[in-house]
């Protein structure tokens, strides 16, 4: 059972509403190796956005799923995604972080030379080897196995047989449409990227990230922060009661609610803190907005916060901004973090600098707020050494509810029954 | 304008980073005036400005005093038991500004104790001042961090 790994992972009492976790799955190396196998290895995994590849020749490098990836746009404007590392004797072949006008990576060990498409085109010496030399091309960078874009947001995958990426995103297509429909002219990832880490399981937070029922305590302070500069706060239910989850297939869902959070947003959801200045504009954007795309998904964009867990690591927050998070663990216990701003094109310097000051009101490492969720998984991680006598973790809230409300726990349930599966599937070909 | 001496600049400065180690924060909140900024560029475009790339700090006055009030709380619960906290402060250099400020640049060497992990964030702070009668006000404090990324930090949960 499990994977063979010998224990329970979850309890899921439909009947009597416990939904119970096992706080090995937090801890254990042989999860952690069972989850790469069965879920990083088979499931679509973010990489990156196509407007960090915006034009011919730019290139960006990245770990995805553990494993350094070249991401570019070649110079017939095309994506592709090599794995950087060079076929002769493995050396990364690219080294920086980002580029642009790029047309050929040169390995810095050997000097093997590829172009933007990952072919061999030179080695220092050619005369040492046979005239049949790659002509099977494996000694070109090796492509993904596969790897897709839905509405700019690009994912791999290295299962070559798994299922299309639409498929795959299931309901979340919805919301990834709803967030690339922001901006007219299409959306951009920032400069700025956030790269941090957290000393806990990974799982930890997928589950934090789209959790309201922490919000109102580990976020107090927070709250006290916009509740002093805007006095909004007042008629504010920090049980946060209200809202809904849905769950969007595959192990992804959202938690959300249209026009009752305190914060602003920088389209529509004017706040005093903005100034008067600000008014005007902010109704022009939602305007715009609800004639292009219609009332009923306008609203949705314009005054709708969402937190969106895309199984299995990847965040999109629509909240007081637009991040996009990912991360992906080294140990049980530790987790390495990237996350972005994602906002409208050619949006105005005034609306992107209320954006900016938005974001990183509550969003980041040095924000009122993301290093108090770090701080509370680092927590939970330390409390977890006591799993042999304290083992199970209780994320039953709502599940007995008829009308699931934000701050239940639906869509870490979502999260766990689909892992759950995963880890115990068996493939062609396993042993 | 006549640029104060490095020595008067040192003072200040040691005065400030004796504040945030000792945890007066609502003091320190204090030396920046009115229009005060305490900015902190991402770590991968150290050179970027808060309106166009994504800062990690991007406080006006109202915002850095907050902060300073929110450390301060129990709630703070990054910073809760409290980090132990040092200021290495060096490198100084004065030079002319714009308008009514003069410039300071300093490296400074934070270390911070929490939880049985030491970290350190080296850092370059570039400050517009003003002279305030016998001392000095900080119009803006940028911090531009000597690290590539804040994985072995994990968060930035105190003052630099």
Sequence with gaps: MNGGLGFETIRDDQEEGRFRVHRGAFTRDDVLDLERKQIFDRCWLYLGHVSEVSKKGDFITRKVGGRPLIFLRDRNGKLQVHFNACPHRGALVCREPSGRRRKSFMCPYHGWVFSDEGNLIETPGPDAYPETFNRDGSLNLQPVPKFDEFRGFVFVNYDAGAESLENYLDGACEILDLVASQGADGMEIQKGMQEYSVSANWKLLQENSADAYHAGITHSTYFDYIGARDKLIDNFDNTLSFGGVRNLGHGHAVSESLGVMPWGRPYARWIPSFGEDAKAEMAVIADEILKREGKTKGEMIVKGDRNTLIFPNLVINDIMAVTVRTFYPLRPDYMEVNAWSLAPINESPTSRERRNRNFVEFLGPAGFATPDDVEMLLQCQMGYSNADFSPWNDISRGMTRDVVMKSDEKQMRTFWRQWDKMLKETHVGDA | ?160
């Design chain 2, 1 to 160: 304008m006549t640029l104060p001496t490095r020595h008067e600049i040192e003072d200040f400065l040691i005065y400030e980073a004796d504040l945030i180690d000792t945890w007066k924060l609502n003091e320190w909140a204090q030396l920046f005036d009115d229009k005060g900024e305490y900015q902190l560029p991402p770590t991968d475009c150290p050179n970027g400005e808060p309106e166009v790339e994504l800062f990690l700090i991007y406080d006006d006055k109202f915002r850095l005093e907050q902060r300073a009030i929110r450390q301060l709380k129990k709630a703070d619960h990054s910073e809760f038991p409290r980090s132990r906290v040092t200021h290495i402060v060096s490198n100084v250099q004065v030079r002319e500004g714009e308008d009514d400020y003069f410039i300071v640049i300093c490296n400074v060497v934070v270390h911070r104790s929490r939880l049985q992990k030491h970290d350190i964030f080296p850092a370059r702070c570039e400050y517009r001042m003003l002279r305030d009668g016998d001392t000095f006000t900080i119009r803006r404090k940028r911090v531009i961090l000597g690290l590539e990324t804040l994985r072995n930090q994990g968060k930035l949960s105190i003052i630099i």
